[in-house]
């Protein structure tokens, strides 16, 4: 039986390469739904291929853009804004909703999906970063799957293989391309230099928060989310290399590693096809021409974006939502040219010091602190003289 489909965040490079897995595998997977930010074009054109019930834009006239380039007998619902997304993540004939939107817009729709009982492939850390205690409450209350889609999470899923008998979680990072940068090297970092990552091929935002090591701060905390793994039991190794992408040490010293390409494919089919593993096209790990795996501790003074996404899972609350937010205004900011690269763990450190935490919060409190977070790192961005 073919798997039902709904992708969000479909133009993205997640949902691009699910979609070729779609087309790999048509008899495993079916498509019924897509949902994109603002590229219409190609949604128009991943309707046209994979004709899905449903599909929906973030702006209304770029939905009306694409209803009116529509051909003849192709006649999909066509929705727009937060409600179309949520419409998408919904519908009644999916089972499976791949969420690959970038950031916390990805939380709503994610947890709409989970109450309409949607198995989730989560490919959105944002979404366990803001609202981890929430999210997998509702999981666990639904009865649905958490599936994970970043390979380190993917890899430590695998390794694990339903055993909890666990002593230590290990995440790697390939150190991004600023690894042997001297502080004064890293105040000269231009986007254009950011943004070429020399291991993994991703969206912009996710490529700087590689380059600052935030990316994988985010992922501990979503690994905390994901196993169920104090924070103190949670390692990070850098690993240029990118083969062995995440390990588990057992209560005997054992250690199990995930080791594979450096291709997302991977783990997306994973999750889509789990528990099965389906036979591929994919290349294939040669050993022999890595030729050695090296791994190093990551230098937390020249990046301190991994320890402020540490300080912030451990203070829980709603400080792990500010952080977030705040993060993905300073790396817009960095991207536009209004800060350098090194003020963006500063913009971030300086809002988390302004922000009064809130245990226990519900949805509402989660997103009125991602808003004064996204305001308050605006202000001091402003202010940037002083970071």
């Known amino acids: 039986m073919a798997r039902e489909l709904v992708i969000l965040g479909s ?42 019930e449903a599909v929906a834009l973030q702006e209304e006239e770029d939905a009306a853009r694409l209803r009116a380039a529509l051909p003849p007998g192709l006649e999909p619902a066509v929705f727009w804004g937060e409600e179309g997304l949520e419409r998408i993540a919904t519908l009644p004939g999916a089972d499976t909703v791949l969420t690959a939107v970038v950031g916390a817009a990805g939380l709503r729709p994610t947890l709409a999906a989970i109450e309409a009982g949607k198995n989730i492939a989560l490919a959105n850390k944002e979404t366990l970063v803001a609202a981890g205690e929430i999210v997998t409450r509702r999981v666990r209350e639904r009865g649905v799957r958490l599936l994970p889609v970043d390979s380190e999470h993917s890899a430590v899923w695998q390794c694990l293989d339903g055993r909890w008998d666990v002593a230590r979680v290990i995440l790697t990072a390939s150190g991004g391309p600023f690894r042997e940068y001297s502080r004064e090297a890293l105040a000269e970092v231009t986007p254009e230099m950011a943004l070429r990552h020399p291991t993994w091929r991703m969206g912009p935002k996710i490529t700087i ?15 905390h989310w994901l196993f169920g793994v104090d924070y103190d039991n949670i390692r990070v190794l850098v690993h240029p290399q990118s083969v062995v992408h995440g390990m588990v040490e057992f209560a005997d010293g054992s250690i199990l590693a995930g080791l594979s390409i450096t291709d997302m494919r991977l783990p997306i089919l994973y999750a889509l096809s789990y528990p099965e593993r389906l036979a591929n096209t994919l290349p294939r790990l040669d050993l022999s021409a890595v030729g050695k795996l090296t791994f190093e501790e990551p230098d937390r003074e020249r990046f301190p974006a991994l320890a402020l996404a540490v300080g912030a899972g451990r203070a829980g609350g709603t400080m792990p939502a500010v952080l977030n937010a705040a993060n993905e205004t300073a790396v817009e900011a960095f991207l536009s040219g209004r800060i350098p690269f090194t003020w963006i763990p500063k913009v971030v450190e300086k809002v988390m010091a302004a922000h009064k935490i809130k245990e226990g919060p519900d949805l509402a409190d989660i997103i009125a602190a991602d808003s004064w977070a996204r305001a308050k790192a605006a202000e001091v961005i402003g202010e940037c003289g002083e970071c």
């Open 11 to 52: 133009t993205g490079s997640i949902g691009r390469q699910a979609l070729d897995l779609v087309q790999q595998f048509p008899e495993r997977f079916r498509v019924r739904g897509l949902a994109a930010g603002k590229n219409w074009r190609l949604l128009l054109e991943q309707t046209v291929c994979f004709r899905p």
């Open 209 to 223: 928060d590689s380059a600052t090591l935030m990316n994988k701060g985010l992922e501990v905390i979503e690994a």
